[in-house]
């Protein structure tokens, strides 16, 4: 009988601790790096209240330190962007011979940074839809949607096709009650999120406001529509040809969500730095360099570079 897949979950906040749980209460072999949460979830375990059903699991492989962590087939990136400097730090030491980086981050540039990190070892991205906020030590509150869709990177932003590595760990998470997409494209499922992640994680500070207000204020929802529509322009300029019907099936989708305060209005009000470079100023460079201009994403990136500076010195 072949051993299951070892996961080492590297950040235990919203994202990290809800998969990483869920693949744990399916009898997933699960570590969790931990920083501030460590000793309450050495202690205590991990609490999830979701809308597919609330669990506790009172004992967990918890863990204050990289080094004291067993070698993994996978390590799970659920850092945000910002935090990618301590990768060289993170990943060599828990990545067993043949392990496989899953980077479940937002934005463009991730995957670079990972494989930078660990040399010769796959890197797969999982690109989560996902609402899930950590209301307290080891406590987290998922109120919607839960996708993810993975995909594999290549050296040279190709399309990777569906390989092993992300079916099979595809194969894991829906084992665990995790809806699932294998893609053959990763840079085009990547601009596909970022049309949703520029205009709601952007305007969620600039305008204060969760999903629910900018869906519904018809101002706000006009602005999200052509910042949207910018996006998916930067796309097709950077090769990669995104549908019609995509935008509005994006704002349907939104408008249909329970409100949700977006990550990175999260980081903001916790005054914790946001992640502009990965979400807005990499598409932004990205685009420009292959000759499409996105004026009102530059527009909502500077003010965004301007409130982060601000926010993180005031």
Not at 37 to 44: G, P
Not at 54 to 81: E, I, N, Q
Not at 213 to 234: C, F
Not at 268 to 289: C, K, T
Request: hydrophobic letters at 45%; proline letters at 4%; a neutral charge.
């Amino acid at each position: 009988m072949q051993q299951p897949r070892r996961y080492a979950i590297l950040g235990t906040g919203a994202l990290g601790g809800f998969y990483g749980a869920r693949l744990c209460r399916a009898g997933g072999d699960v570590h969790f790096l931990l920083h501030s949460d460590f000793a309450h979830v050495r202690r205590h375990g991990l609490v999830v209240d979701s809308k597919d059903g609330d669990f506790v699991l009172p004992s967990v492989h918890a863990y204050g330190d990289v080094r004291d962590m067993p070698r993994c087939d996978v390590a799970v990136v659920a850092l945000k962007a910002t935090h990618n400097h301590l990768l060289p730090s993170l990943l060599p030491p828990v990545l067993a011979d043949g392990g496989v980086v899953l980077l479940m981050q937002n934005g463009l540039g991730g995957e670079e940074e990972a494989a930078r990190a660990a040399p010769g070892h796959a890197v797969v991205a999982g690109l989560c839809f996902l609402c899930s906020t950590k209301v307290g030590p080891g406590h987290i509150r998922h109120t919607d949607y839960g996708t993810v869709r993975f995909a594999e990177s290549t050296l040279d932003g190709t399309a990777a096709g569906i390989t092993e590595s992300m079916r099979s760990i595809g194969q894991d998470f829906a084992e665990a009650g995790i809806d699932v997409d294998v893609l053959a494209d990763l840079v085009l499922a990547r601009w596909q999120k970022l049309v949703w992640n520029i205009p709601m994680s952007g305007l969620s500070v600039v305008l204060n406001a969760d999903t629910r207000a900018l869906m519904t204020d018809t101002h706000a929802r006009a602005l999200v529509e052509d910042i949207m529509r910018e996006v998916v322009a930067g796309a097709r300029a950077c090769g990669r040809a995104i549908d019609d019907g995509f935008v509005q099936k994006m704002l349907a989708m939104t408008l249909a969500m329970a409100p949700y305060r977006a990550s990175m209005k999260v980081d903001f009000d916790d005054h914790r730095p946001m992640e502009v470079e990965a979400i807005h100023g990499n598409p932004l460079r990205a685009a420009e360099q292959a000759g499409a201009r996105m004026p009102l994403v530059a527009t909502l990136y500077r003010q965004l570079k301007f409130l982060d500076a601000r926010n993180r010195t005031g």
